[in-house]
């Protein structure tokens, strides 16, 4: 009798024990998850930044993997166009309205920075660019007009 109150009590704890394991995984997953942002690879070049997209989605996630695969060091900003009048302004000047950048100090030749961004509204081609404003490079073509729609 007392064998079978033992095994009884030991079948019952397997299944307790059985309970808990997919539980706990479950639970786990009803967790609010962050979402994973969205891989974009941008190429620098002289005198050419290749975005491997340009059409984004305002409240999303990205992260901007830039590439210099030049020559010389490039420095990478997400920014309102240069407008006229703004010309011979430094690259520190342009980069106060930046979204995101990257130093050139940090993208010599051969460099990979990564920057993470979620754009807040929705932006039509011509507010915002993709740009290197190292003396010389945004005249000689260093930029790109993105769209972010909601
Ligand atoms: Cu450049």
């Known amino acids: 009798m007392r064998s079978i109150i033992l095994l009884l009590s030991l079948i019952a704890s397997v299944f307790l024990f059985a309970a808990c394991g997919p539980g706990a995984s479950s639970s786990a997953s009803a967790q609010p998850t962050v979402p994973k942002p969205t891989e974009v690879q941008v190429t620098m070049t ?42 011979g302004m430094s690259s520190e000047d342009m980069h106060k ?20 961004v979620t754009f807040t509204k929705p932006m039509s081609a011509g507010e915002m ?22």
Not at 53 to 72: D, E, L, Q, S
């Open 97 to 116: 309205n930046a979204l995101a950048m990257v130093d050139a100090a940090d993208l010599p030749p051969g460099a990979m920075k990564t920057v993470d």
């Open 46 to 87: 002289e005198f050419k930044i290749e975005p491997s997209m340009t059409n984004f989605k305002a409240g999303a996630p990205y992260r901007f993997v830039v590439t210099n695969k030049g020559t010389v060091n490039h420095d990478f900003s997400i920014s309102p166009p240069v407008m006229e009048g703004m010309a």
């Open 129 to 150: 660019e993709f740009a290197c404003h190292t003396p010389g490079h945004y005249e000689s073509g260093m930029h790109v007009p993105m769209t972010i729609t909601q």
